[in-house]
């Protein structure tokens, strides 16, 4: 069966210091990959998609950066962390049916800027 | 109006009690359509997806009503477990358009 892992569970970072978050598919080839952030009280907003290797799609390009170096790995990253840069970050992978399957999560991130 | 809309409630309600909510969205051209529940402080996770000939999963009842752009959501006999986040999703074909509802909370008490 298919499995993601994402981590780390919970990450606390200065205002203006780096951020790299790493999300791994088992189970399946060639998964289409997804960082979505979710700030308190508030609906899920979309921020990198990705179908292939190297291809990766940015709805929300701010200071963030996706990058998917493998089939079933896709990272997500920041030069400089902002306040606003926190919230709840999940990477979420869908399989076969192409962009009308469901999403399956991974367990999140829990990312504070103090 | 919002492409997807749901009453943030929260709705309480008995245990064994029989509970609905609806979500209602804007594009006439949507394709797909799940179900989500979302515990507090954790990912969501996949309920069920929605078929235009509406479908069941235990105590769970999803239908979709295209000509009023809604979907519903019936839990039955609930259960304590059954407290949570409950998100609609709506897709109208593409990767960058599933969009998510904000939720419905539901609340069972002993």
């Known amino acids: 069966s298919q499995t993601i892992h994402q981590w780390p569970a919970t990450l606390v970072q200065p205002v203006g210091s780096p951020l790299s978050l790493e999300c791994t598919v088992e189970g399946t080839s060639n998964p289409n990959l997804y960082w979505y952030r979710q700030a308190a009280g508030r609906g899920l907003q979309l921020l990198f998609y990705s179908v292939g290797i190297g291809q990766i799609s940015s709805e929300v390009p701010q200071n963030l950066s996706a990058s998917r170096p493998q089939d079933r790995q896709f990272i997500l990253s920041s030069k400089k962390l902002l306040l606003s840069d926190s919230g709840f970050y999940l990477c979420a992978w869908s399989g076969d049916g192409g962009y009308n399957s469901p999403l399956h999560f991974g367990n999140g991130t829990r990312l504070t800027v103090t | 109006r919002k492409e997807v809309e749901q009453d943030p409630g929260p709705f309480n309600v008995p245990e064994g009690a029989t509970v609905a909510f609806n979500c209602t969205y804007s594009?006439?051209?949507?394709?797909?359509f799940f179900w989500y529940r979302q515990d507090c402080r954790k990912e969501p996770k996949l309920l069920m997806s929605v078929y235009s000939s509406g479908n069941e999963d235990g105590r769970f009842t999803a239908q979709l009503n295209r000509a009023s752009q809604y979907i519903s959501l019936l839990i039955r006999d609930s259960k304590l477990s059954d407290s949570a986040t409950y998100l609609c999703?709506?897709?109208?074909?593409?990767?960058?358009?599933?969009?998510f509802g904000k939720g419905t909370m539901l609340l069972v008490s002993p």
């Open positions: 594009n006439s051209a949507s394709q797909s």
């Open positions: 999703v709506v897709n109208i074909g593409g990767y960058s358009t599933l969009t």
